[in-house]
């Protein structure tokens, strides 16, 4: 039986200070709807999509950056969006700023299926930035001191008829994470994020963001084998220039759909799982052809 799909990326334009979580949520259930009458089955959401992405001020943690966190989901406000899931039967992807009952506190992202329950549940492992305020920098990428490193490994699930897999932001830069996910024979990876068009540390590298966005989505589905929605949250959010180019890889690597605006934005392809086996049974059959005696040095600390 066919396994073919219809996803989507919801990219989101800004999701300002002032933007309330009821206004972004509601954003969300309009494309939620309309993604699934177009036929989507799935639909995948930024990085820290209910708020601002707060890690760009320095502020008291957790007393000032408390507001931005989620320490139940759902939460009422954010209910309707499960609703809208069940009643359209779609499942989707969510990023979110977890804190958990015992305080502690992570970039997450959760998938929901297609009958609204949640079945999957990943901690960003790769947080970039800084731990202390710098203060030179036009603004600051705070997620090392605001959230733990994700203790949840990068776990594969099996839902509506496909293996999938989580990761965010960050993560997509590093190999580790794809073959991780690979490894675990993931089909279809989902990621959010929110990248800043200016990067302060090396600005000369500012005309690549796009570039190495795509670069690294590319590279990780064609090497792993694996479909790929990519969603950005997009455009000058309190003052700040996030990229677009949310898009759709294929498991070779080619770009199936992705977007052309820096706003809310659907970004939608029929994907087919079992192309995978195209790359996996070919050049990357891993059974045949890994060496993983010569690469004992990965899971060492480097450089
Ligand atoms: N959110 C996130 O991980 N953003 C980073 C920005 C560059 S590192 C400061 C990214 O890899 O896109």
């Known amino acids: 039986m066919s396994r073919k799909k219809i996803v989507a990326a919801a990219q989101m334009g800004p999701v300002n ?31 820290l999509a209910l708020t601002t992405f707060f890690p760009r001020w320095a502020l008291k943690h957790p007393e000032e950056t408390g507001r931005y ?7 009422p406000e954010v209910a309707p969006l499960f609703a809208t899931a069940r009643s359209s039967g779609i499942g989707f992807y969510l990023g979110y700023a977890e804190a958990t009952p015992e305080g502690r506190y992570f970039n997450t992202s959760i998938l929901v299926d297609d009958t609204g329950d949640i079945v999957g549940k990943y901690r960003k492992i790769h947080l970039p930035g800084h731990a202390e305020p710098e203060p ?32 965010l932001c960050n993560d997509r830069r590093w190999p580790e994470t794809w073959r991780m996910l690979g490894l675990d024979r993931a089909e279809l990876v989902l990621l959010g994020y929110n990248t800043p068009a200016h990067y ?63 706003g809310d934005e659907l970004v939608m392809a029929e994907i087919d799982p079992d192309r995978c086996g195209e790359i996996r049974r070919n050049i990357f059959d891993f059974a045949k052809h890994r060496q993983p005696d010569e690469y004992k040095r990965l899971s060492e600390a480097g450089p």
Not at 69 to 75: G, K
Not at 223 to 249: F, P, Y
């Open 69 to 75: 966190f989620e320490t139940e989901m759902p939460s």
């Open 136 to 167: 030179w920098r036009p603004f600051q990428h705070l997620e090392k001191a605001y959230f733990e490193k994700g203790d949840l490994g990068f776990p594969v699930y099996e839902t509506m008829e496909t293996r999938i897999g989580m990761c």
């Open 200 to 262: 302060p540390p090396a600005p000369e590298h500012d005309h690549l963001q796009y570039f190495h966005n795509a670069l690294s989505l590319q590279a990780g589905a064609y090497q792993n084998g694996v479909w790929v929605v990519a969603t950005a949250k997009a455009g000058r959010e309190d003052g700040c220039d996030l990229i677009g180019g949310s898009m759709i890889v294929a498991p070779t690597g080619e770009i199936a759909a992705q977007a052309t605006t820096l």
């Open 17 to 47: 200070r002032a933007t309330s979580r009821a206004e972004a949520v509601s954003r969300m259930c309009d494309l939620m709807r309309q993604a699934a009458s177009r036929g989507a089955a799935l639909i995948v959401f930024p990085e």
